[in-house]
């Protein structure tokens, strides 16, 4: 594979990068084991690891509706509590 970027083609493999995914209309920011380009630091994702990049985009879309559940009892609990 070739960067995007710089052309470079050695890259290095790193357990948790950070990239930015739209999953089911959201914008999150997946954490999954990706490579680096070694000269200019580019992110991107193998073909190999796009099965993981699913994976962990669809655990990170469950923990966003699951966190987003708890704001929204919150925010009415403190309504009642008026
Ligand atoms: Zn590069």
């Given at each position: 594979m070739i960067c995007l970027r710089c052309n470079n083609k050695t890259f290095y493999t790193i357990p948790e990068a950070r990239i930015d995914?739209?999953?089911?209309?959201?914008c999150l920011t997946v954490i999954t084991p990706g490579v680096v380009c070694k000269n200019?630091?580019?992110i991107c994702i193998k073909n190999n690891q796009l099965d993981s990049l699913v994976k962990n985009a669809k655990k990170t879309y469950q923990n966003f509706l699951k966190k987003k559940n708890k704001e929204f009892v919150l925010s009415h609990k403190n309504i009642y509590n008026m």
């Open positions: 995914q739209e999953y089911k209309g959201l200019c630091g580019f």
